[in-house]
């Protein structure tokens, strides 16, 4: 038996004109078979019946225009009153309703691309995504727990460079180049930063190009089972620093001068995700509950928290313990932001900085990945 789901012909829209289907599924009338589940209920990897080779996974969307967190993009139409979910309206598709478009055009790009989707009324879509081999971070950290084995160090600072590329992009507009990563950023005052707000292990995806991608794209050339393509994926969570509710996730009113705000609870997740790289084979951490670790803390110091970690250098360390105060108000404190809005300037310097991060780290990361 096999689950075959057909694109609809005319979709079930209250907007047909401008939310017509795109030209990848009118060249796939022949529909998708499911595979398997990828996420219970919700994410599936399917194969294109016209084209076997092609897997995509599908992802179905419910109920999302109630999400604070959506980012609500009125549609073009005056008729219509719903909202866009913030997985379209940020995404790599070219179309009318996507307001902040990715790129993935740029060197060995971090983002996901969206191929498609189809609206079947307010608050109901399903989205086709490139499908990305490699599991996710969470998988590798598994994995390596089970096993109480290292993650290599040079694999842990290829996901630093990567990850925070993606970020930069985000938060700044601007893309670090390989070999250019140490450059001072160019300033665009007209750029509106982009939170991702969801960045935990599972939300990152891995990926091992095949021959025939690195054919059509030779940026991918350079991709690996152990140094592979890594995607920030899901923005089903992201929204503008300007929108009218960005101010209740940020705490603006408590922190009117705190420098690059829409910045921490980005860099709180990426850090954490990279202190649990280094953490898997631990088995003194303990998992208990999705993307999210427990410590058995050593001491209150950031160099202390990691002293028995023989076997990364010291240089990895110090960037790592440079998150420390931030992952510390994120797993302590149930609301980030408020607590991030009760910081004051003698906290704000410990904080890792957009020049620490998008500049000197990366180019860091950059050096170490080209040696292994």
Known sequence: ?????????????????????????????????????????????????????????????????????SAPLQLPSPRARDKISAEIAISSLRDVLVKRQLPLDVPVTPFPQLLDFQYHGPGDA????????????????????????????????????????????????HFPLPGRAGEAAPQNPNWV????????????????PSADEMAQDPNLRGCSVEFPQVILGDFGGAFEVDHEEASDM?????????????????????????????????PDVQLYGLGQF????VDKEPRGNFHALSGYSDEL?????????LIEILESYSNFGIEMGRTDRSDWPKFPSNEFLYGATIARADYHVARY
């Open 294 to 297: 427990k410590y058995r803390r």
């Open 193 to 208: 930063p982009i939170c991702h707000w969801d960045g935990h292990e599972s939300n990152v995806w891995l990926h091992s």
């Open 1 to 69: 038996h096999a689950i075959i789901v057909h694109p609809l012909k005319q979709p079930e829209l209250f907007c047909l004109d401008q939310l017509r289907p795109s030209r990848y599924l009118h060249q796939r009338p022949g529909g998708f078979a499911m595979i398997r589940w990828l996420q219970f209920d919700n994410v599936s990897l399917f194969v294109a019946v016209d084209a076997p080779y092609e897997r995509i996974a599908m992802k179905k969307l419910k109920g999302f225009s109630s999400k604070l967190r």
């Open 250 to 282: 940020l705490c603006k009113p408590v922190s009117t001068e705190m420098p690059e705000l829409a910045t921490w609870r980005d860099k709180a997740c990426f850090g954490r995700n990279i202190k649990h790289l280094i953490f898997a084979s631990d």
């Open 317 to 325: 360390i110090d960037v790592v313990a440079k998150f420390e105060p």
């Open 126 to 173: 399903t989205l086709l995504y490139k499908f990305y081999n490699g599991g996710t971070l969470y998988d590798v950290i598994m994995s390596r727990k089970r096993a109480r084995r290292k993650v290599p160090e040079g694999f842990i600072w290829h996901v630093i460079a990567q990850l925070f590329r993606a970020l930069c992009y985000l938060h700044t507009g």
